[in-house]
């Protein structure tokens, strides 16, 4: 008996080794592991729940943008959470410097991108999303913004206004007056060293690092809490 005992502890161990095999493949190919790490769709955090002093203008809630037409049946900013909590320290930082933050947009229901795709020119189709894909904002992870001076409340004057379609819109423009090369300086310094990145031909648009975490989403914001 006692010269069995090795052989029995050793199919013992190679039998627990190889269950504990299975069970590790099992739970990492499983769709519930994979989507608790990419499904995170239920954490769109309104952005003004979390600081009242961030202002909102959104105008695809209104008349006032490039489709000319209401786009959002309410006037509401999501992002998910781990990117609200960035832009809300980049929010903190803007202040120091008497700015805060103007929201234009944030989470957009793909149904919405798939509207501005189809009604756009293809000539200019570089500044919207290709629904075929999905884009950041469906995603809950990119937000356009620019500054607001917190002595008067009013906008900043950029270098163009939000939505504006030509490369005069480029974050690198080499056009801007001192005065706007210094404004889009502090908001994107602010937001770059939160894990946000501008996109090259949209001064106002930044992408959240983490994007694709998550995925493209279709929730009205009737909705969202
Ligand atoms: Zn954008």
Redesign the pocket.
């Known amino acids: 008996m006692a010269s069995n005992t090795p052989s029995l502890s050793t199919h013992r161990h190679s039998t627990r080794t190889r269950w504990l095999v299975v069970c590790v493949v099992v739970v990492l190919c499983s769709p519930t592991f994979s989507q608790s790490h990419k499904d995170e769709s239920n954490d769109l955090v309104e952005i003004v729940k979390l600081d009242s002093t961030v202002r909102i203008d959104v105008r695809y809630a209104s008349t006032n943008n490039f489709m000319k037409r209401k786009m959002y049946s309410q006037a509401r900013v999501f992002l998910q959470r781990p990117a609200a909590e960035a832009l809300m320290r980049a929010h903190a930082k803007i202040r120091k410097a008497g700015f805060g933050l103007l929201l234009f947009?944030g989470y957009r229901p793909w149904s919405v991108t798939k509207k501005f795709w189809d009604e756009t020119p293809p000539a200019q189709r570089k500044y919207v999303a290709n629904p075929k894909y999905g884009s950041k904002?469906n995603r809950g992870c990119?937000?356009?913004l620019s500054l607001y001076d917190l002595r008067t409340g009013k906008e900043v004057a950029m270098q163009t206004e939000y939505d504006n379609f030509t490369t005069k819109a480029a974050a690198d423009y080499p056009g801007a007056t001192d005065a706007q090369r210094r404004l889009r300086w502090i908001l994107r310094d602010a937001m770059e060293s939160e894990g946000f990145k501008v996109?090259p031909d949209?001064w106002?648009?930044f992408d959240y690092k983490d994007w694709r975490n998550y995925r493209v989403l279709d929730i009205p914001f009737e909705q969202l809490k």
């Open positions: 947009d904002h990119a937000i356009d996109n949209e106002w648009h």
